[in-house]
């Protein structure tokens, strides 16, 4: 046992930068893939077949194969096949987004599913179209039901990005990698940045507590 | 104002409604009272197409609604409807309850709406729980408030179904003097009902359901006092 936390200390404002990265590209894939999921959490409980079965054909798809494998199929495949030289950016928030929205998409189904059949009924009697009672009454509920899901979601996401460092996308996990191919030391840099993991996920539990409690305003 | 013709509703193989048919006129306040199951609400759920009929016709206005060119969110519009278990929006508060369906689907202005909201909790004596949520409310705030939301669209007909099974015994009341302010008021209403006392001295008209079948139909005192049908007589025992 030999631990030089001193060897690292010139690299840790490049591994530090490693923060946002991974935190920008794992912002846009939840964003795209919440987007993307709440549609299909809608296509799910569509009464037209098609796009029920386009949404479980989906789901199943993206929860049936690993991550890992649609990541290398979206970067190293899709050129190979259109000649577009896709960035390791664009690739990760591709493959994140598309898989988490399989994912998201039960999560909200059952939220929605989880919102009691009577608020539907009132919203009917009342004479509100589909479509608005769904945005103003349904998916308001639902989301309280989502919330906690959600979050584990996030935290899963974020944890799950450190493997973008297998296509060179120079994220925290990648730092950490290349400081210790730098140093001959790979046990301080990826001690650093599991530490930094596990302060990221702590906050992001945080802040979905302190959203969760918000919501709770109305109970 | 309602005519129902041959009304069928089958869930399934079970024969909900059989061949109902009556006629219910502007300003009228007709009771449906029977033993559980015997298809009360789901008639009443008919006539707002809550439930889809099997077979048979129901025209409201002139307006088949069975038939599919029929605009039912529009229809719906003008037919309140108030639920036994309140089903208010309970992430809005009080006000965003009665004026949410008037400003999105009417297209009524906000000011306007809440203007007309406030007047109606103010004749449910609830005007100093407008900005309050729906959980902190008790059962009969809770209905009075739903009565409240449903009136906000400024219906032509009001369902009523069991609005007051699920409160406590002590908030009947205030629930039942809101609706019979309501009938006096002239509007066309459709009460699911097991309150025997608001049937009989509210109702203009007695529809008796068993089974399914609308067995017997008539006037409250001679519904309470010489029932027709031996079923009917049978109910009234058990529950007078």
Same mark, same amino acid.
């Given at each position: 046992?030999?631990l030089?936390?001193?060897?690292?200390?010139?690299?840790?404002?490049?591994?530090?930068?490693?923060?946002?990265?991974?935190?920008?590209?794992?912002?846009?894939?939840?964003?795209?893939g919440?987007?993307l999921?709440?549609?299909?959490?809608l296509?799910?409980?569509?009464?037209?077949?098609?796009l029920?079965?386009?949404?479980?054909?989906y789901?199943?798809i993206?929860?049936?194969? *690993?991550l890992?494998?649609?990541?290398?199929i979206?970067?190293?495949?899709?050129p190979?096949?259109?000649?577009?030289?896709?960035?390791?950016?664009?690739?990760?928030?591709?493959?994140?987004?598309?898989?988490?929205?399989?994912?998201?998409?039960?999560i909200?189904?059952?939220?929605?599913?989880?919102?009691?059949?009577?608020q539907?009924e009132?919203?009917?009697?009342?004479?509100?179209?589909?479509?608005?009672?769904m945005?103003?009454?349904i998916?308001?509920?639902?989301?309280?039901?989502?919330?906690?899901?959600?979050?584990?979601e996030?935290?899963?996401?974020?944890?799950e990005?450190?493997?973008?460092?297998?296509?060179?996308?120079?994220?925290?996990?990648?730092r950490?990698?290349?400081?210790?191919? #730098?140093?001959?030391?790979?046990?301080e840099?990826?001690?650093?940045?599991?530490?930094?993991?596990?302060?990221?996920?702590?906050?992001?539990?945080?802040?979905?507590?302190?959203?969760?409690?918000?919501?709770?305003?109305?109970? | 104002?309602?005519?129902v013709?041959?009304?069928?509703?089958?869930?399934?193989?079970?024969e909900?409604?059989? #061949?109902?048919?009556t006629?219910?006129?502007?300003?009228?306040?007709?009771?449906?009272?029977?033993?559980?199951?015997?298809?009360?609400?789901?008639?009443?759920?008919?006539?707002?197409?809550? %439930?889809?009929?099997?077979?048979?016709?129901i025209?409201? #206005?002139g307006h088949?609604?069975?038939? *599919?060119?029929?605009?039912?969110?529009?229809?719906?519009?003008q037919?309140?409807?108030?639920?036994?278990?309140?089903?208010?929006?309970?992430?809005?508060?009080?006000?965003?309850?009665?004026?949410?369906?008037p400003?999105?689907?009417?297209?009524?202005?906000?000011?306007?709406?809440?203007?007309?909201?406030?007047?109606?909790?103010?004749?449910?004596?609830?005007?100093?729980?407008?900005?309050?949520?729906?959980?902190?409310?008790?059962?009969?705030?809770?209905?009075r408030?739903?009565?409240?939301?449903?009136?906000?669209?400024?219906?032509?007909?009001?369902?009523?179904? %069991?609005?007051?099974?699920?409160?406590? *015994?002590?908030?009947?009341?205030?629930?039942?003097?809101?609706?019979?302010d309501?009938?006096?008021?002239?509007?066309?209403?459709?009460?699911v009902?097991?309150?025997?006392?608001?049937?009989?001295?509210?109702?203009?008209?007695?529809?008796?359901?068993?089974?399914?079948?609308?067995?017997?139909?008539?006037?409250p005192?001679?519904?309470?006092?010489?029932?027709?049908?031996?079923r009917?007589? #049978?109910?009234?025992?058990?529950?007078?």
């Amino acid at each position: 046992m030999n631990l030089d936390f001193g060897q690292i200390t010139p690299y840790i404002p490049f591994m530090i930068e490693g923060i946002w990265v991974t935190l920008k590209f794992v912002f846009v894939s939840l964003i795209f893939g919440f987007a993307l999921g709440t549609i299909l959490a809608l296509f799910k409980i569509s009464h037209i077949k098609p796009l029920n079965w386009f949404a479980i054909f989906y789901t199943s798809i993206f929860r049936g194969t *690993p991550l890992i494998l649609q990541l290398m199929i979206i970067y190293f495949a899709i050129p190979q096949l259109t000649g577009y030289d896709i960035s390791p950016f664009l690739s990760a928030i591709l493959a994140f987004g598309l898989n988490s929205a399989a994912y998201i998409s039960e999560i909200i189904r059952a939220g929605i599913q989880a919102v009691d059949k009577g608020q539907t009924e009132a919203a009917m009697a009342l004479g509100v179209p589909y479509q608005q009672m769904m945005k103003d009454i349904i998916l308001p509920q639902a989301m309280k039901n989502i919330l906690p899901a959600l979050m584990n979601e996030v935290i899963t996401l974020t944890k799950e990005s450190a493997l973008v460092s297998t296509i060179g996308y120079l994220d925290l996990m990648r730092r950490a990698q290349v400081v210790g191919a #730098d140093i001959y030391r790979n046990f301080e840099p990826l001690l650093f940045v599991g530490f930094i993991y596990w302060l990221m996920v702590v906050g992001l539990s945080m802040i979905g507590r302190m959203i969760e409690r918000r919501l709770k305003v109305s109970d | 104002m309602i005519k129902v013709e041959k009304l069928n509703k089958k869930f399934g193989n079970n024969e909900v409604l059989r #061949d109902i048919s009556t006629e219910i006129a502007k300003g009228e306040v007709v009771a449906i009272i029977g033993p559980s199951g015997s298809g009360k609400s789901t008639f009443l759920r008919c006539l707002n197409v809550l %439930e889809t009929p099997t077979s048979g016709d129901i025209v409201i #206005d002139g307006h088949h609604l069975t038939d *599919p060119k029929t605009p039912i969110q529009q229809m719906r519009q003008q037919i309140g409807m108030v639920f036994q278990h309140f089903h208010l929006f309970p992430h809005l508060t009080v006000l965003d309850n009665l004026t949410y369906a008037p400003i999105k689907a009417k297209g009524v202005k906000k000011k306007v709406a809440e203007e007309k909201a406030r007047e109606l909790l103010k004749k449910v004596g609830l005007l100093n729980k407008e900005s309050a949520f729906p959980s902190s409310l008790s059962g009969g705030q809770k209905q009075r408030v739903a009565i409240a939301r449903a009136l906000a669209m400024e219906p032509e007909l009001m369902l009523f179904d %069991e609005p007051t099974s699920a409160l406590d *015994p002590e908030m009947v009341k205030e629930v039942l003097d809101v609706m019979k302010d309501l009938a006096h008021s002239g509007m066309t209403m459709v009460v699911v009902t097991h309150e025997m006392g608001f049937a009989r001295e509210v109702a203009d008209r007695i529809l008796f359901l068993d089974h399914g079948v609308l067995l017997e139909e008539g006037k409250p005192a001679d519904f309470f006092s010489q029932p027709k049908t031996a079923r009917a007589k #049978d109910f009234l025992d058990k529950i007078l």
